[in-house]
Each structure stands twice: as structure tokens, then as C-alpha cells.
């Protein structure tokens, strides 16, 4: 049987959302694709290339509108394509979706699939906001799929008039990659001792309460409103503690006050960035996220099958992980005294938290297994190149298939 060669590019603006596909490159290697990653230069581009197996094409990128720097992005990208003539561009984050699409479109690459992992213009406003819609269009109007981590973020781009309905689609219940519930995120797999020695760490009492919150320290998160439930909680609960995993950035930065109150209280414990994050997990209470916008939120998932409950804002995104009341808790975004009250309630009630948590996890293992999502995400990759009547990678004969793959490769 001959053997279809078929090259699939993951593209993003910068490096560490590459690891938004960790383990489904290998996937998608075993079935036969040839992948390939390009993003911006640094350390994380290279650990990718390692860990996944796969060659990989460094060109400068700016997360921010930069209309001459982005017109040389945009001609690097595109020299490239022209060299290496991939058949799939799947992109993901905006600049990278705008960038790869268009570049995409100018090198004549058959498939292009752009994945909308959330929408910034939510929180923008002005001739930043028109920009970004702007830009979201244009990605959007370039590929010929677009796919969304979330239903809510289908429904917002929807609304705001971003793709064609026939367009656009969500794949089984949202995320691009779900979670390994099975390995990595198992409580069972992490040594109980971790806890210990996380707290040891720090500081931290054995017998505390530990909020944890994992993902950039930035305005966007909600950490102005954390900082103002954190003072009224850490009076009331002298047992509290605050572990911050991720770095604060100077894009989109926090107030001068906000910062130093994170900064200067003895009892909130910044970690910086923290790959080994189950671990973390473990030594956590309950997770909070009060966001602004998210598209789906991937911390919520890996944390919901570490059994720890999660407390969200009613954003898109977050509404598609948390189900309030059963594997969590939704408040309003931008109000502090119920984040404080919703806190409260966990640190007042632990078989509540121990019930949230568990229902969580069994939430993770029935709608994010890992390779149920790799599977449909294959299959899209299939739809789309019978639509321009391009045949299917093959490496392995058919009778080799996994039945589940064999079953919707004959069925096109």
C-alpha cells in the first residue's frame, strides 16, 4: 500500500503553547502524519522538539501588534512553507492563527485550521478592541476550519460575528488536548509525601488551609479582586494560606499596590513558573481562578483531576469546566466578596470540598480523556483533506489500525 505523506505544522506565538498538544503529536506521528512545530525562539522551543520528536522552526514573533515587525514574521513564515510545503497548518493563539493563516493562504497550503483557545478583545476596549476583532476575522476568514476549545467560546465568536456558521466547531465536549487523568494527573500516582514537602517548603503549616492558584499573575486573572477577598479571609482564618504558581508578567501588569500586597504578606507563597504542577496540586485545599476571560481554562481541568474543587468565574470557559455546586463553584467575575464567601464555604466545610473534588475528577475521566479528543481531532484532520480530495496518511496497514480509527478511516 503506498504511503501518503502528509505534513502537519503546529504553529503558536510563542513556545509554551506548543505544550497545549503534548502527546498528541505522537499520536498523530503513529497514524501517520509528519509534524513539524514553528513559534518563537527560546529554551521551551527546543524542550518541544525534544520531548516530542519533531524539527522545529524558529521566527520572531511579538504577542502585541507590531505592523513592521509582523510583516517580517509573515515573510519568514511563509518562505518556510514554500520550502517544506506542509498539507496542515493548525494554528493556535491570535498572532499565531493571523500570522499562520495568512501565510498559509499566500504558500498555497491546502488545509488550514485555525484553533481559537479564547477571545483577548473581551477584555479590551477602544481601537485596541476593534483591532483585535479585526484580526480574529481575518484568521478566521483564511481557514478553512475553525475549531474552539470551549461552547461558550463558540457562541461568543459566533455573536460576534467572527466566522461563518458552517465554519466553526467545537469537537466532542471542548478542549484541544484534554488531560492525562490516567498518568500524570492521578492522585494516585503522586507521592503522599508531596504534600508534606511542598508545605516543608514553604513554611506552610501541615494543618493549614492552602488556596492555590496556578496560571500568569496578571490583571486579567482576577488578581486584583483575589488580593481584596485574601484580606478580609486571612483576618478571619489566621490557618490560611496562598500558593501562586505562575510569573507576573509586565504585560497586562497589576497595580503597584496589588503586587507588593503579593509580594510583602508572609503567608502568600509565589513559586514562579512550576512545571511539576500535580505535586503542587497536591498540597492545595482548593483551586480559585477569577478570571476575566479564558477560553477553557486548562488549569481547572488538571486540577479537577487532582479531586481538588475549583472556584471560577461565570466566564466563557470557565462555565464549560466547573459545574457549579457539583464539581465547584461559579461567582460573578470582579466581585470580591463573593470570592470570599465561596472560599469561605470550602474552608468551613471540608466533606463539601471532598465531594466537589471527587465529582471533578469523574467529570475529567468521562468528558476529557486524552485520547478520545486525540481520536476526533484525527478524524476532523481526515474531513478535511477528503474535502480537497487529498487522501489519508497511511503507515500502517489498515488491519493495524486501532479499531476505533479503522472504523471512521473506512467510513470516508
Not at 169 to 185: E, P, W
Not at 233 to 262: K, S, T, W
Request: glycine share 8%.
Amino acid at each position: 500500500m503506498s504511503t501518503q505523506r502528509v505534513r502537519l505544522v503546529h504553529m503558536t506565538t510563542v513556545p509554551y503553547a506548543l505544550f497545549y498538544v503534548t502527546g498528541q503529536v505522537g499520536y498523530m506521528k503513529r497514524r501517520g502524519f509528519d509534524v513539524y512545530a514553528l513559534s518563537s525562539p527560546g529554551g521551551l522551543l527546543s524542550k518541544f522538539s525534544e520531548q516530542e520528536g519533531v524539527p522545529v522552526k524558529a521566527v520572531d514573533m511579538e504577542r502585541r501588534i507590531t505592523p513592521f515587525r509582523d510583516l517580517l514574521s509573515l515573510f519568514r513564515i511563509w518562505k518556510w512553507f514554500r520550502q517544506i510545503r506542509p498539507t496542515i497548518i493548525h494554528a493556535h493563539t491570535p498572532k499565531g492563527g493571523l500570522l499562520g493563516m495568512l501565510a498559509g493562504w499566500l504558500a498555497g497550503v491546502p488545509v488550514r485550521i485555525y484553533h481559537l483557545h479564547g477571545l483577548r478583545f473581551v477584555t479590551s476596549t477602544g481601537w485596541k478592541r476593534r483591532l483585535l476583532i479585526v484580526a480574529e476575522r481575518g484568521a478566521c476568514r483564511l481557514a478553512q476550519r475553525v475549531l474552539c476549545v470551549s461552547a461558550s467560546v463558540e457562541a461568543l465568536a459566533r455573536d460576534a460575528g467572527l466566522c461563518p456558521p458552517e465554519k466553526i466547531k467545537v469537537l466532542l465536549q471542548g478542549s484541544c488536548n484534554g488531560v492525562d487523568a490516567t498518568h500524570r494527573f492521578n492522585p494516585a500516582h503522586v507521592p503522599p509525601v508531596s504534600r508534606e514537602e511542598v508545605r516543608a517548603r514553604f513554611g506552610i503549616p501541615a494543618d493549614a488551609f492552602v488556596l492555590g492558584f496556578v496560571g500568569r499573575i496578571v490583571w486579567s486573572k482576577g488578581i486584583v479582586e483575589l488580593v481584596d477577598a485574601w484580606k478580609t479571609l486571612r483576618e478571619e482564618f489566621p490557618n490560611l494560606h496562598m500558593l501562586m504558581v505562575g510569573p507576573i508578567e509586565p504585560e497586562d501588569p497589576l497595580p503597584a499596590e496589588v503586587e507588593a500586597a503579593l509580594r510583602n504578606d508572609p503567608r502568600i507563597h509565589l513559586m514562579g513558573q512550576d512545571w511539576d504542577t500535580p505535586r503542587l496540586f497536591a498540597s492545595m485545599d482548593a483551586l480559585v481562578l477569577p478570571t476575566y476571560r479564558e477560553g477553557l481554562p486548562i488549569v481547572l481541568l488538571e486540577a479537577a483531576a487532582m479531586t481538588l474543587p475549583s472556584i471560577g468565574t461565570r466566564v466563557p470557559g470557565c462555565v464549560d469546566v466547573i459545574e457549579d455546586g457539583v464539581t465547584g463553584t461559579l461567582l460573578p467575575p470582579y466581585d470580591a466578596p463573593a470570592l470570599a464567601s465561596a472560599v469561605r464555604a470550602y474552608i468551613r466545610d471540608p466533606e463539601l470540598r471532598r465531594r466537589h473534588g471527587r465529582q471533578a475528577r469523574q467529570r475529567v475521566l468521562r468528558d476529557f480523556q486524552q485520547e478520545t479528543i486525540w481520536r476526533a481531532l484525527y478524524q476532523e484532520y481526515l474531513r478535511c483533506l477528503q474535502a480537497k480530495d487529498m487522501p489519508p496518511p497511511i503507515r500502517e496497514s489498515a488491519s493495524r489500525l486501532p479499531p476505533s480509527d479503522l472504523a471512521g478511516h473506512l467510513s470516508r
